[in-house]
């Protein structure tokens, strides 16, 4: 089955500061890339997502990387403020195995005032 | 449009005990999918659920199983509860089963096994 790994497992960046988060996958049949936030005591939320015939893809500060060949792909998160803290997961979902989502292990991202 | 809804939010129960949890999913959405989420073990996939039929399952033992009523409204229930069932189980609706169907998930039941 997939498996995704994602790091870093914690992040901490200056207000301002640029973060990125890295995750690979295993499965070649991965043909969706959603990427989740999840703060604190809430519900994880979607925040930017990329299929395979995609190779990058922008939202305001946001934007998600994907290279099919290497089977990675990548968050950036621009200007950060104190509020993009969180713990971010990414995932993959292929259509071999319908809407399941596997997860990366999640990076808890600090961003200090 | 209302969000995806769980209820419970928080149970406490004793090893050897059964729950259920349901979840109400988004209006329109009809497939449903449950997710165990631990410190330790991360988010992990338990099944998913289309038309009233279970089209995907996860590694978790029988003890851990489903259903879909015709209004895709979800419940998932444990039986033989033990100490490490104790997580926050989430589930997630999209309007259909394609891998590239956005999941939104509920709030979450947080369960704890004494």
């Known amino acids: 089955g997939e498996n995704v790994e994602q790091h870093p497992s914690t992040l901490s960046v200056q207000e301002g500061d640029s973060a990125v988060i890295k995750c690979t996958y295993s499965d070649s049949a991965s043909n969706y890339f959603p990427w989740y936030k999840q703060e604190l005591g809430k519900r994880p939320q979607l925040i930017i997502d990329i299929r395979s015939n995609v190779g990058e893809k922008k939202d305001q500060r946001i934007a998600v990387t994907l290279n099919k060949t290497a089977k990675h792909f990548s968050l950036h998160i621009t200007e950060t403020q104190p509020e993009d803290s969180a713990v971010y997961f990414c995932?993959?979902?292929?259509?071999?195995?319908?809407?399941?989502?596997?997860f990366g292990g999640g990076t808890r991202l600090m961003v200090k005032p | 449009k209302a969000g995806v809804t769980q209820t419970p939010r928080y149970l406490i129960k004793t090893r050897g005990q059964q729950v259920t949890l349901s979840c109400s999913p988004i209006s329109g959405h009809r497939s449903v999918s449950w997710y165990q989420q631990t410190p330790g073990q991360g988010l992990q996939f338990l099944f998913e659920y289309f038309s009233e039929t279970q089209r995907n399952k996860g590694n978790f033992p029988g003890r851990f199983s489903g259903r879909q009523f015709s209004n895709s409204r979800s419940e998932m229930n444990v039986s033989t509860l033990e100490l490490g069932d104790s997580a926050l189980y989430l589930c997630a609706s999209s309007l259909g089963l394609a891998a590239t169907d956005t999941q939104y998930f509920g709030p979450g039941t947080r369960l704890t096994v004494l």
């Open positions: 995932a993959a979902s292929s259509n071999n195995a319908g809407n399941m989502l596997t």
